[in-house]
């Protein structure tokens, strides 16, 4: 089968391709991940609850695989493929459909590196953010949700180092379940451009079947393609020309998948869907809308102008369209009413939801023939505004059926009013929703009986009308049928009960023939006992008028299929046909009397069954071809009535037309004429070409040589790639290439003919730094005013680069965003507002060609060094928030070039020996408020020479001397606090007078630093 192609499927230097089929393949998938993926109600499997193609499929199931099926727990659930593809960009689709309960679940696909978790979760409905960022967006939406298969694609990008996860994610909320859930066959991966996929498929509806065509240049397609009525797929692998022809469809949405085949390649799968039916198939071809029997107007006038006014079924401006969605319910009724009978194709819509006393109406021809359609059948369903006008100006739905344009009767039998003006719940009306919330009648079937018109043409007419005053709407669903309104046989032979059914649409009374006016029952089906003889009448009453109706009988003598028929086999242009015709009729046997008579009455149904082959067949008449061989051939034909069967079975013995078939493939390379010595002819194209030769036998049956030709073109492929000199080296056809450059590789495809791939490479310089690690430590003092990071390129270019911190308050006053680089060195600004600590950032260097390089980065503003002032030569101090910016601290550590000083924890490092002036000391300090630690900027003590008072004993009037190497202020205090003098105190030696009066004073020395130094001095009277 042509889902089978590409079963082995793994992924490679070509691409990737998996339709499900191949057990292997399918253990490389990783089903419901994660921790939670186990608890999940829904999970994904990989079955044959469902396919499109093929027998398998990967898709959500609540039952264990089961059945395609949700339940609607809240549940995110994930299953994965790993592939490493090479560098390049490729195209990919896949097939998928997931229903969903009112579009809030959906299927989501990501591509997406392995590094990033894509967990399942349950019991939370919420879009994981994984889904959100790597989603492929398909269409105007990341969500995927329908009820019909599609296929979907797009363009995906692989580096050839980062393994990639293709992700399908099913997401349903607890609101609702509406299966199937999500659902996922025939994924195709290959390298964009290597392979055009086809374009433009039209589809014409034709007598026999549907013809499809397509644009494309490939030499060869496979197809794919049903109905939604159909049970099995048609394939065509191999298939050369842009046209198809396909017999055999059934009605309903048509589905069509092509892809084009290029030999080295299959490029990947593009789907069609369209609505068809068959005219001619039905007693009325209501589905025919077209401009010729459908009319637009207004409530006065409903057929005002001709047109079938259709802008598809979604739409409030269509009035005249088709409904065949089978899962569609109509909005306005809350998603009660279907559009769609169970039971029925499609639907007609005839109408909108749009007001202004619109009408609108549509005709059919329908010619009586009693013994397929005396009645018409009409199923409907109304949704309409009922605004309580009079019944002349009410929205309604309407049916006549007329002759040459006239009534059929005075009595209106061929009418009705399926709204009747008014609505009620009796009625079988609801309530709709919305603002002015219609009212909606569910799907109701009605009988019109036309017997007495055999062989006449008439016109059925149906219209819709908006209320007269123009603020109302009105509209209605419709399907129309027929039936040959006779009584049914539900019972045969020695049923316990013996049950009729009347005809569909109507209403009915039940009685004896000699005693009409005792109802017996007034359902539609009667059951009687099985010994019962009797004769039954019953009235067939129009629902719409009652007093409208027909009498049927119905005779309980217990009935029996008699099977019987016949064949006639011929010889006609070499191929054995027969003939079936079927005779079997139904007979009424008597249990009391025995009395076996003939019923004017066919059998419910009559199958020709072809034992050797396993197929039937129904009808009662019809033409079989049977194989050329000859031999002996069972037919059994069986007569059915109820649950009762009759069968024989025919012996065919058919004759060996002895005519021989050979066919010779050929798969020829080149554009070089292919000669065939059979017929010693030239052939130029791929195709079958025949021919024959007579053997003379008794039957003329000749023998049939057929050339199965396919030309295989030398294929040039172009491939245009671009690599970054960090990817090197570039692997292609197996092939290590280092350099940009134009590159040809002569390759075997599947059918042994050459293909050229011609590889366009350009190498790009990625951007590297020479002597850079992975990470990046800076530090600067606080009012150093900017830190300054020296970087070298060893290739690529920096074009710009950013810098972003980790916290938020230190990226508003340190992060830049597209600075231009001024020298090698990227530098950051250093407000007066920075706090000294440790702030994580990353440096993200910008490359046009190659993509960016992120760098990250920790920066340490310490203190200033300002924080620290020396006392003495002995003693360092760190000042206090009065004097340091502002800054308190709650704990303490003392370095000394680098290394912590055992015992030192406290504001001030006092060094008994003095402090070491080659050395560089530095604190650790902890901020009060934030607690954090930081150093201080390296201080190195300087040398200063003691302070010296000389003399400490002098007399009265005298002078004393100061020696110092600091700046300061120099206080003299007499014993009682009063203040005897101050001076200003400069390095070297400073003069200052004793006072006159004798007596013990007090120096005091306070340095601009804040320390302070203080000694007695002795004043002595003069002798």
Known sequence: MLAFVFAAASYSQTGYYCDFEDAAENANWQLNVGPKGKECVNKWYVGSAISNGGRSSMYISCDSGRTASYTQSATTVSAYRLLTLPAGQYELSFDWQAFGYNSLDALYCCWMPDSVKSNSQTGNSNVPLYVETYARQFGDSIKMYGNTWNTVSDTITSDGVTPYKLVFVWNNKSVGSFPPGACVDNICIIPVGVCEKPSDIEVELEEQGVR??????????????????????????????????????????????????????????????????????????????????????????????????????????SRHTIHYMKSETDPRTGGKLRTVPEDELASVRLGNWGSGAQAEAVEYDYHVDTAENAVLLVKYAVVLQNPNHGIEEQPRFTLSVLNDGERLDSLGCAEADFSAGFVSAADGWHDGIGTEAPQWKEWTTVGINLKDYQDQDLTIRLTTYDCSPSAHYGYAYFVLGCSDGKIQGLSCGEDAKNRFKAPDGFNYRWYLPDNPDSVICEDQIFETTQ??????????????????????????????????????????????????????????????????????????????????????????????????????????????????????????????????????????????????????????????????????????????????????????????????????????????LYETGNYTFVLENRYKCDSVVTLDLLVNESLTFEGMGDALLAGACADDGQIEIPYTVSSGLVT???????????????????????????????????????????????????????????????????????????????????????????????????????????????????????????????????????????????YYSAIEITPTVVMGGGTVSVKSQSVGVIRLWNMTGQLAGIYEMTPGYTQIAAPGAAGTYVVEIVLTDGSRKTEKIIVRGNM
């Open 212 to 317: 499809v065509s397509w644009d494309g240049d490939a030499y060869a397609y496979d197809i794919r393609c049903k109905s939604s009525t159909d049970t099995r797929w048609q394939e065509f692998t191999g298939y050369t020309s842009n046209e198809l022809f396909v017999s055999g469809i059934g009605e309903g949405v048509f589905e069509f998948y092509i892809r084009s085949d290029c030999g080295m390649f299959k490029s990947v799968w593009v789907s069609h869907s369209q609505f068809i039916f068959f005219p001619g198939t039905r007693c009325v071809d209501y589905l025919d809308l077209n401009n010729s029997n459908c009319y637009y107007g207004t409530f006065a006038n409903p057929m005002q102008s001709r047109g079938a006014v259709d802008r598809g079924y979604p739409s409030v401006n």
């Open 800 to 942: 710009k680069y950013d810098v972003t911190f980790a916290d938020e308050e230190a990226d508003r006053r340190m992060g830049m965003d597209g600075v231009q680089p001024d020298g090698p060195q990227v530098v950051i600004p250093l407000g007066d507002s920075v706090l000294p600590g440790r702030y994580e950032a990353e440096i993200l260097f910008h490359n046009a060609e190659c993509g960016d390089v992120g760098v990250p980065l920790t920066v340490e503003v310490y203190y200033p060094d300002s924080v620290v002032v020396q006392r003495w030569n002995d003693v360092l101090g760190i000042r206090n928030g009065m004097y340091n910016g502002g800054y308190e601290f709650t704990a303490y550590q003392w370095y000394k070039d680098g290394a912590a000083i055992e015992g030192e924890t406290g504001p001030n490092l006092y060094a008994p020996d003095g402090l070491d002036t080659a050395a560089v000391y530095s604190a650790m300090l902890t901020r009060t408020g934030d607690g954090v630690q930081m150093m201080t900027c390296g201080v190195q003590p300087r």
């Open 531 to 736: 010994s019962d003889t009797l004769t039954y009448a019953c009235d067939v009453i129009q629902p719409t008028k009652g007093g409208c109706y027909y009498t049927v009988t119905a005779r309980a003598v217990p009935r029996y299929p008699v099977v019987k028929g016949g064949y006639t086999a011929r010889v006609q242009d070499c191929e054995n046909i027969v003939s079936f015709a079927d005779s079997s009729y139904v007979k009424h046997v008597n249990p009391y009397t025995g009395v076996v008579d003939t019923a004017d009455a066919e059998c419910d149904s009559i199958v020709w069954h072809f034992l050797d082959e396993g197929i039937s067949v129904r009808g009662e008449e019809f033409e079989q071809m049977f194989p050329r061989k000859g031999g002996t051939y069972r037919v059994m034909l069986s007569a059915h009535l109820s649950q009762c069967y009759e069968d024989t079975v025919f012996e065919i013995t058919l004759p060996d037309l002895d005519s021989d078939r050979d066919t010779v493939h050929v798969v020829h390379c080149g554009t070089d004429p292919y000669y065939w010595d059979v017929t010693g002819q030239y052939y130029f194209s791929s195709d079958c070409y025949s021919d024959t030769a007579d053997t003379g036998n008794e039957y003329g049956c000749e023998d049939i040589m057929t050339l199965d030709l396919l030309m295989v073109p030398i294929d040039t492929v172009p491939v245009v790639d671009t690599v970054c000199t960090d990817k090197l080296p570039y692997v292609f056809n197996g092939e290590e």
